[in-house]
């Protein structure tokens, strides 16, 4: 089975693509501007180029990433199978994380910026009329080899080697986090035999900024602080349902990863 990785150099493109060529799988990672994509047999495309944490500075690379490029891809490249990665956060407003809720946004909030452009990611898969097309929605990826801005590995890091870290949302505020091990496993079998259009990819269950300070404290003496009038955000608990019932799902304990990652951690620090 061949395999394309698009946007193999990020976090998760490169954790698939070790995946797959573990497994013997035929693997693609083109390099950008490698018009190649537009001349060859692609097989099951997983379309991992992105932004994360730096969207709020790269606005229009941001577009680029989630739309402008995947509209050459679907326009103008031959594959067996498409698999778009959006992200969770497209929930931020929904009344529920059920796969066919219906979404809210705002274009007045320059944040929501993210979530409108995988939203239009997400409607030019369906509207492009290629066949085998689909979405996963995405929670917080973490795992060894994430990047070092991103919130979890920052506040790692800063536990760690500075014992001490500024959160700058309330112990309250809570996201769901899902492992990489359960990601890259996932992903090629919604793929290539994904029975639906758009599954969400989450471990269900949402930890809290108390939960990660309560680990970081315990393991590394760190002290931390909040910052002051700290909003509170918590994101809505992630429906996995579907991924369960297709794919026999059972994600890894998040928190149990957060505290083995903090200990790898403190190990390399010596």
């Not at 309330?170 to 091990?181: F, G």
Request: aromatic share 8%.
């Amino acid at each position: 089975m061949r395999f394309t990785i698009l946007g193999g150099s990020g976090f998760i493109g490169s954790s698939l693509t070790n995946y797959l060529r573990k497994s013997g799988e035929d693997c693609f990672v083109p390099g950008r501007d490698d018009r190649s994509v537009f001349e060859q047999e692609l097989g099951h495309v997983i379309y991992c180029v992105g932004l994360t944490s730096d969207f709020r500075r790269r606005p229009f690379d941001t577009v680029r990433a989630h739309v402008g490029f995947l509209a050459d891809i679907l326009e103008k490249s031959n594959f067996e199978s498409l698999l778009f990665l959006s992200s969770t956060r497209v929930y931020w407003r929904a009344q529920n994380t059920d796969e066919d809720a219906p979404l809210v946004v705002d274009p007045s909030e320059p944040d929501d910026l993210y979530n409108l452009s995988k939203i239009t990611g997400e409607s030019l898969c369906r509207a492009s009329g290629r066949r085998n097309v689909r979405i996963a929605r995405l929670s917080n990826v973490i795992g060894g080899g994430a990047r070092s801005d991103d919130f979890l590995p920052s506040l790692i890091e800063d536990a760690v080697v500075r014992g001490r870290i500024m959160l700058q949302t309330s112990l309250n505020s809570a996201k769901d986090y899902v492992a990489i091990s359960d990601v890259v496993r996932l992903l090629p079998q919604i793929a290539s035999a994904g029975a639906n259009r758009l599954y969400n990819v989450a471990s269900g269950t949402n930890l809290t900024n108390h939960d990660l300070v309560e680990v970081l404290s315990r393991i590394c003496g760190c002290h931390f602080l909040v910052a002051e009038n700290a909003p509170e955000i918590r994101f809505p608990q992630i429906q996995i349902r579907r991924i369960r019932e297709e794919f026999g799902f059972n994600a890894t304990d998040a928190l149990q990863l957060v505290e083995k990652l903090v200990r790898g951690r403190t190990l390399r620090s010596g």
